[in-house]
């Protein structure tokens, strides 16, 4: 077949696609996977099999025994197996035409985008048409995420499932933007914040700088500019989501997507400006995420705490070397912990430097009878 050929069949098999009856309920669900099952197994048996073999099969195998069906419900399921036919062939033609586009690219992909972005609005799984959109990229399959992201009669699995390969193809043209030289921006860290040469985040580089006096000073001052003057009503930064063992998976919250978006367009303490943050909040928005009325305050503040946060994994090295940190570190650090201010970093460090100073053993006291820890 041809690439309009497909097109047409994949237009013709979502015209004619419908979605599941209103009818359904959990329990009707229920007995319809238990006779298909059993059809299943009734359908199966290999020719060598004895009949006492093909018994006990039966006996272990078919579901336990249901009434018969009413009409209705035999109607009902014959519809339901004629809809997942019709969903088959739809998965069908969809494969068929993003393997083209692999091979040799499409000629109409407007068309495609259209019928993929059609695709993800009825019942059908989202993810096959999601998956040709991002292999689509710019600027028609880019253009289609766009607008679905933002389609609140999408239910919010979709939606998510939307947004994840989104960000991704946007991803080279944030870091693009946040690359982009700063004429006449207004800076939101501390001054003492911005000199700092390494990228905020978590991505572990400035934990590496070399232990000397300059950085100690540097992070000194760094740290002391930080400093929130009062506890955080809300302690930031927010605790980071851990999923153990066999736990299903939590969506991640919005903030952990907002910080993605940050970490491409403010890449370093120098580029967290007014204007770069009111681009991070549009482009958010464009994924159809959270944001707030103080956006560009509240983002400063936790990426502050962010950076707070690596500064004291690096005093957490730097401890153990001669380069005279307290009683300024372990001061800093307790602060920190009674303001809710990267706290967690900060009790770390006093944890860690208790062999070392004793300071760290008092303070962790205070703290512990104050119940800041």
């Known amino acids: 077949m041809s690439e309009r050929s497909d097109l047409e069949a994949l237009a013709a098999a979502l015209d004619a696609y419908e979605p599941p009856s209103a009818e359904w309920t959990d329990e009707l669900w229920d007995l319809y996977e238990r006779t298909e099952a059993e059809e299943h197994v009734l359908r199966a048996r290999p020719d060598d ?12 195998e078919v579901p336990e025994p249901h009434a018969p069906l009413t009409q209705e419900q035999q109607e009902l399921f014959a519809q339901e197996r004629d809809r ?68 609140d009669t999408l239910d919010r699995e979709d939606r998510q499932v939307v947004r994840e390969p989104l960000m991704m193809l946007r991803k080279p043209r944030n870091r693009a933007l946040g690359q982009q030289p700063q004429e006449d921006e207004a800076p939101l860290l501390p001054p003492a914040v911005r000199g700092l040469a390494d990228a905020w985040g978590m991505d572990g580089r400035w934990v590496q700088a070399a232990i000397n006096r ?27 989501m851990v999923t153990r063992g066999d736990e ?33 909040r549009r482009e958010a928005e464009r994924m159809g995420l959270e944001t707030c009325v103080d956006f560009a305050e509240r983002w400063t503040t936790r990426i502050g705490a962010w950076l707070a946060g690596q500064m004291f994994s690096w005093l957490c090295a730097a401890s153990r070397e001669p380069v005279d940190l307290a009683p300024w570190a372990v ?27 004793p300071r760290s053993v008092a303070a962790l006291g205070r703290l512990r009878e104050s119940g800041a820890i």
């Open 49 to 60: 099999w004895t009949d006492e073999l093909w018994e006990q099969y039966r006996s272990t």
């Open 84 to 151: 997942e036919r019709r969903a088959s062939t739809l998965q069908h033609l969809l494969e068929t035409l993003r393997e083209r586009l692999e091979s040799t690219g499409l000629r109409e992909p407007a068309r495609a985008a259209d019928l993929a972005e059609r695709w993800v609005r009825t019942t059908l799984p989202a993810h096959p048409a999601v998956r040709l959109l991002s292999e689509l990229g710019a600027p028609h399959g880019e253009a289609a995420l766009l607008r679905l992201v933002v389609d």
């Open 214 to 240: 300059e950085n100690v000073a540097a992070v000194r001052a760094a740290l002391e500019a930080l400093l929130p003057a009062r506890r955080a009503a809300v302690p930031e930064p927010p605790p980071e």
């Open 248 to 280: 299903e998976p939590e969506v991640p919250p919005d903030w952990v997507r907002v910080r993605m978006l940050l970490r491409a367009l403010t890449p370093h303490p120098r580029t967290v400006t007014r204007e770069r943050l009111a681009e991070v």
């Open 331 to 357: 001061d800093l650090a307790e602060q920190y912990v009674l303001r809710g201010f990267a706290a967690e970093d900060a009790e770390r460090f006093l944890d860690l430097s208790t062999d070392i100073d």
